[in-house]
């Protein structure tokens, strides 16, 4: 599964498509309006713990986690398999995720994730952290480490 650490590596990879508007939509997730996405600008790649987030001009988000067996493949296609989404933009780039969860966001992100949940977010608030523990002593080390809401994609 791949966690905050391999997020921000594909968050990196992505970031030459920021600015990039595009042109041809598909996969065979039910939960994209495809549609709504042909003709939007990528304004942003943010990631936050186990999510990819990518932020289109028109006010909403892609919310990609790659479950257990997650992939994608920039200006490439797997033979084998169907894409999950697809963009497809100008002079043939492309980016295709594939066996994972795809969600879209309508809210501002601000108002869906506590960037300060994040280690490898740069507002990453440890003593935030440590408050969320003491309300729960007794929970254990390995419960409190695997707990989203105090360690956004810290693994196994």
């Not at 921000?8 to 065979?28: C, E, H, M, W, Y």
Request: aromatic share 10%; with cysteine.
């Amino acid at each position: 599964m791949p966690e905050g650490p391999s997020i921000v590596i594909v968050r990196d990879n992505l970031q030459p498509f920021v600015g990039k508007t595009v042109i041809r939509a598909s996969g065979n997730s039910k939960k994209v309006e495809f549609e709504k996405l042909v003709g939007n600008k990528i304004v942003d790649v943010k990631s936050w713990g186990k999510h990819l987030l990518i932020c289109f001009n028109n006010d909403f988000t892609i919310r990609i986690h790659f479950l257990m067996f997650g992939s994608y493949r920039i200006n490439e296609y797997k033979s084998e398999t169907k894409p999950r989404l697809s963009f497809e933009f100008k002079e043939n780039e492309s980016i295709n995720f594939y066996t994972c969860s795809v969600l879209q966001i309508h809210e501002p992100l601000d108002n869906v994730y506590d960037w300060s949940a994040d280690v490898m977010n740069n507002n990453w608030n440890e003593k935030k952290a440590l408050q969320k523990i003491i309300k729960h002593p007794d929970r254990l080390v390995s419960d409190v480490l695997l707990d989203q809401n105090i360690f956004a994609g810290v693994g196994n």
